[in-house]
């Protein structure tokens, strides 16, 4: 093969980027208390010793939302003074409440001056509509909220800004959840100021209210961290460990760590669906793809090789059937451990009835999932039991009455692995509730905190933020002792704004996000496998279509619900349909493997017996190798050609010799190859 090469007619440049060490786990090291300013409003000493300077009179201060907070009335406001402040994206979050209910207007803060350019305001006006105004170059960037604010409670208030190219974003919270209320956009340059005043917005009122629990931050809040410091800013959670006895199985949860066979185990995750094109997305399509033999046989080694170790299903297996299950195990050889769905519908009311009482709807739950955990608990491919899927945005009732039922599941599938915690040893897998972001997490007051949670042991995130995730695990470890599962993760790989696929795109997201998922928790889910084309319903089951939803988390500003696989559809006019891999699963690959891409035979070297296997897979350029081949197709192209040969003569190590860290990461590694003709 290599007199192949050298009698090609062609010379052959090879520019070589090693990956060395990977690069910072995200961009931004979260501060200690959280934001890069902090006021708790004790007394008047506590506020000039943060460097607050005293405008005006009729500064008092009252009990508020924690000790005590500042009432500002008559012309009093302080001014804070910092460069930290001058931050292009950024975000202030504080507890506001009006003084009387005559009073209809006021000014609560402003960076800068707010009638002058690249400067904004936070302010009330009849009586309870309160607003949020960026401007920039003779534009208003606005956010409100109608009805938010009263003299009777304290609400809290978060303003977020962000600049992203030319155009500036901004969203406003409150209590910790926004809404798309009055929001518009401006563009420009925006070069803040270094003061922020409180207690007064020029050409409004004074603020004649009470501030408390004051925080300012150099990004903008995702949606789940604005919730997160709603509830940690008021001490609302209650953070410890779960009261269930430890198990004695393989499965174990050890402090904030998920252990199986002993060590701590991280999940490196697929979300597993592959639905073929044409079928609808059903739990009877579901069922299909679980028991097919062809598809599973299709998938299974795809899996492995790119190094995953547990996949989620989102619907429950037919209890008939083990098919899926005994694939992933593979007779304990490379196991792919299962994170299994037991869905719940939001639709149903599940509080007690009467009050105290299991109502029967959620003891029809409850018998339920006894029933699923009893069909597969002896199974050894199982990991956990996850509850439910972002219920805490689809359960249409009072969000305590969820979480209850959640706990009494939990409680209920503890009961039949352990007789009741009779059977000895004591041996159960543990329980995932599945949630979207930190929305509703650790909340004494829905009953998400630990102590209301006792039974259940980890929580569950589908996390979908921009790239980084600033502060959110930090928020996370504030308010919960549970280990964490991100359990959904990722870009799509369409890109909206350039109307065509962006590979490149989404590997470079999921990798960004799996590096700091990886370090900061009991590891990820990536979305998904495969993509589904019954996804977007407004479309048709045989189209890629294009819908889903806008979102400020992706580059693109635009969820395309069918494009989020790994791995695409090339063929769907067969069964099982003809998938290729997008460069997002070569990167994670090399994210997940433990071991080197051209170390075929997993002997942690890259040697003689590899080099067989590559000469034995070569194609020619845009010839796609056979399916045992897809390893040596390393930079994930649909060929084996002279790209992946020049990584692999750059990672070759000789027997016994491991290669280089260089040589996990194929896309990172192989930079750029350039062919020349002499």
Sequence with gaps: MLQRFLSSGRSISLILVLAGAPPPVGAYQCPEGFGIFYEAWQDLASVQ????????????????????????????????????????????????????????EGGILQLGSFTADSAFGVFYENGMDLFFQLRIAGQIAQAYRPSAISDTAFTHITVAWDSRGERRIVKLFVNGKWDEFGGSEASGAFAPSSQLQIGWVN????????????RVFDYMLSDGEAYAEYVYSADRFCRQPSAKPPSEGQIQVVGNELHVGGSAFT?????????????????????????????????????????VNTVRVWETLDPDTEQLLDKLWNGGTQPIYAILGFPVDGAVDYADDPPGTVSDAALAVINDVKAYVTAFEAHPAVLAWALGNEMNLHYQHDLKDWFKLANRMAAATYDVETANGTETPRTYHPVILTNSLLLDVGDTAVGSDDASLDMVDLWGHNAYVRKDYHCYFDYYEALSAKPLVVTEFGIDAYDTMAVTTNEVAQADWDVAEWRQIEARTSGGVVFEYADEYWKDLDGTLDGHDLGGHTTDVHPDEVSNEEWYGVMEIADGTVVPNV????????ALKAEFSDIAAPDFDRDNDVDQSDFGHFQACYTEPDQKPVASCLDADMDCDEDVDLTDFN?????????????????????????????EQD
């Design 49 to 104: 010793a943060h460097g607050g300077a005293l405008w005006g009179s009729g500064l008092s201060f009252v009990p508020a939302v924690k000790g005590n907070g500042a009432r500002f009335s008559g012309d009093a406001s302080i001014t804070f003074t910092s460069s930290a402040f001058q931050t292009p994206s950024g975000s202030v979050a504080f507890w506001f409440r009006k003084n009387h209910a005559a009073v209809t």
């Design 203 to 214: 050409s409004k009122s004074n603020a004649e209210g009470v501030v408390d629990e004051l």
């Design 267 to 307: 999940v490196k995750g697929i979300g597993y669906e592959p639905i073929p094109k044409s079928m609808p997305g059903n739990p009877e399509s579901a069922q299909f793809i679980y028991s097919n033999q062809a598809i599973l046989d299709r998938d299974m080694p795809l899996l492995r090789a790119m190094g």
């Design 579 to 586: 998938l290729e891999r997008r460069k997002a699963y070569c």
């Design 647 to 675: 990584f692999f003569l750059a990672c070759a190590s000789g027997p016994a010799v491991p290669p280089s860290q260089g040589c996990f990461d194929v896309l990172g590694g192989i930079a750029q190859n350039k062919e």
